[in-house]
T-cell receptor, first 115, second 114 residues
Framework: NAGVMQNPRHLVRRRGQEARLRCSPM?????VYWYRQLPEEGLKFMVY????????ESGMPKERFSAEFPKEGPSILRIQQVVRGDSAAYFC?????????????FGDGTRLSIL | DAKTTQPPSMDCAEGRAANLPCNHS???????VYWYRQIHSQGPQYIIH???NNETNEMASLIITEDRKSSTLILPHATLRDTAVYYC???????????????FGKGTLLTVNP
């Protein structure tokens, strides 16, 4: 998984706090995707961003969750007022483009634990 | 996107070839077959993809049947580090629509034994 950097690897928050997860895509990649993996489940798509634009956020809960990918800096997934059900592994992936021969490459994720 | 079916688990002896099957009987002509794997505590790792021809890279080979209803991922000489959950995913080619959404099922847990 060299290339896509996520931090922190582990994040512990108390209920009601905010969680900020960061993702730096592979060099040369301008497309970023966030996925969530609940315990014992497969990854589920949350949001797709290109530089400064949200392309598709259909998989992201409408309340408390937001994502951005600014012109400079990493992509950020923000969860406000966290609840126990937000405990999961959050993975970021990046690609050069949307084309079929441009696979998504994943980071090693951020494991969020809510106390 | 077409649904895929994989066995929940498989075992393989170290040094032997690991052959992981995937059924995608409802695949459409514009859908590719992608394989990823997820080693414990890591993110998914891209392995290989193909449309209808067999493909090979430094990690694995992908054999797709002529009718495209099933495929097999082959790891030619499995090592202990290949122990992981392997996901077979079909992905539509079209430039429009949401072809970027990867749908991960439960995959196959491959255990490579010494």
């Amino acid at each position: 998984n060299a290339g896509v950097m996520q931090n922190p690897r582990h994040l512990v928050r108390r209920r009601g706090q905010e969680a900020r997860l960061r993702c730096s895509p592979m060099k040369g990649h301008s497309h970023v995707y966030w996925y969530r993996q609940l315990p014992e489940e497969g990854l589920k798509f949350m949001v797709y961003l290109q530089k400064e634009n949200i392309i598709d956020e259909s998989g992201m809960p409408k309340e408390r969750f937001s994502a951005e990918f600014p012109k400079e800096g990493p992509s950020i997934l923000r969860i406000q007022q966290v609840v126990r059900g937000d405990s999961a592994a959050y993975f970021c992936a990046s690609s050069q483009g949307q084309g079929i021969n441009q696979p998504q490459h994943f980071g090693d994720g951020t494991r969020l634990s809510i106390l | 996107d077409a649904k895929t079916t994989q066995p929940p688990s498989m075992d393989c002896a170290e040094g032997r070839a690991a052959n992981l099957p995937c059924n995608h009987s409802t695949i459409s002509g514009n859908e590719y077959v992608y394989w990823y794997r997820q080693i414990h505590s890591q993110g998914p790792q891209y392995i290989i993809h193909g449309l209808k021809n067999n493909e090979t890279n430094e990690m694995a080979s992908l054999i797709i049947t002529e009718d495209r209803k099933s495929s097999t991922l082959i790891l030619p000489h499995a090592t202990l580090r290949d122990t992981a959950v392997y996901y077979c995913i079909v992905r539509v080619v079209s430039s429009g629509g949401s072809n970027y959404k990867l749908t991960f099922g439960k995959g196959t847990l491959l255990t490579v034994n010494p």
